[in-house]
């Protein structure tokens, strides 16, 4: 118990003083003055500070959602929800995820949880690859963006959703077990044994949830800092320019733009913003790989992935969605 409190405390504090810099950094002119910082600096403080405030309120309902399922889903319920039949369970996660409002970086907790409660590992990727790609919301800010047609947002929901039911059922066939890390892997299992025996009344169960939640967020809070600091990196020293000038073609434009979709890590509620201020310079084929890839993967989800899963699983879950998003692109690129 001592151990969790000293480590919760160590994580906050990490977290604090990193806010705290920042801050100073962002607001402090004879700071400025003093030490002469470069522009580039304040302008990548900036974006690492976009990026933490647009991602966190979804990260903080992932979280309770997760803790939620922790203390009031049991192992009972994930078996008579859950189709046996591969297929069914694949298609079930994926209609799912798409009603379910969720970015990228809110719904690996709740995949995690999901997951240690019993869930085959590809219904969970089901449901990680369409939660952020095709909810409501995303599907609505994809029309605003586009000048209210329907087009773009109407592929980007059936293309997207046919895509993530494909990469599920591949991974259904190359995985059976859960695929988490060690220490969560003893953790699904003693997760059994606790919904046989959980029979808490609701104040101490409101309770448990709230402390779980606290638990989820101190693991993943740290790999979003992270994952938010490179993303940031990457928009701030990496000029765009340098990728553009590569995608002289379908295909080259099609790769470029999965690139920038990885590595800008934007939120999924607002991507399509971002995407949209490309089409004078790419072809539509491109624009959808971009609201398709960066949803299902990028840098931040990568690193907070990784945080819950083997590293092996990961990566080649990585190297899937790359091949198929881009090949399925290829494919219906001419009916666009």
């Known amino acids: 118990m001592h151990t969790n409190v000293r480590s919760y405390l160590i994580d906050l504090l990490g977290i604090v003083l990193i806010c705290v810099s920042l801050y100073i950094i962002s607001v402090s002119s004879s700071l400025q003055e003093t030490f002469q910082l470069p522009a580039s600096l304040y302008n990548m403080n900036i974006i690492f500070l976009s ?6 309120p979804f990260v903080l309902i992932g979280v309770l959602i997760a803790g939620g399922i922790q203390i009031f889903i ?17 298609v079930m996660s994926c209609v799912v995820g798409a009603l379910f409002p969720a970015c990228e970086c809110g719904i690996v907790p709740i995949v995690r949880r999901l997951v240690a409660k019993g869930v085959p590992i590809y219904a969970g990727i089901g449901f990680l690859l369409t939660g ?9 800010s994809t029309y ?41 892997a003893i953790q699904a299992n003693s997760l059994i044994q606790i919904d046989r025996v ?28 992270i994952g938010a600091l490179l993303a940031a ?8 320019e340098s990728f553009l000038m590569l995608g002289n073609g379908v295909a080259s434009s099609t790769f470029i733009m999965m690139g920038l979709a990885y590595f800008l890590s934007l939120c999924s509620e607002a991507d399509a913003f ?11 084929t491109a624009i959808l790989a971009f609201l398709i890839y960066g949803p299902m993967i990028d840098l931040k989800n990568t690193l907070m992935l990784l945080s819950v899963f083997r590293a092996k699983f990961v990566f ?19 009916f666009i």
């Open 51 to 56: 990026i933490i405030i647009e991602a966190l």
């Open 74 to 90: 049991t192992e009972h319920h994930i078996k008579r929800l859950i189709p046996k039949n591969r297929m069914l369970a694949v």
């Open 132 to 140: 952020p790609l095709i909810n409501p919301i995303v599907i609505l």
């Open 144 to 184: 605003m963006a586009f000048g209210n047609d329907w087009r773009m947002a109407l592929y980007r929901m059936f293309i997207g959703f046919f895509i993530a039911v494909i990469i599920a059922f591949i991974i259904s066939i190359l995985y059976r077990s859960h695929q988490l890390k060690q220490q969560y």
């Open 198 to 225: 959980n029979r808490q009344p609701l104040k101490e169960k409101i309770f448990n949830m709230l402390t779980h939640s606290i638990d989820e967020f101190f693991d993943m809070g740290k790999y979003l800092f």
């Open 233 to 240: 990196y990457v928009q701030t020293y990496i000029a765009s």
């Open 274 to 284: 971002i995407g949209a201020s490309f089409s004078n310079l790419f072809p539509p």
């Open 316 to 334: 080649v879950l990585l190297f899937i969605i790359t091949i198929i998003v881009f090949g399925m692109l290829m494919i219906v690129n001419r």
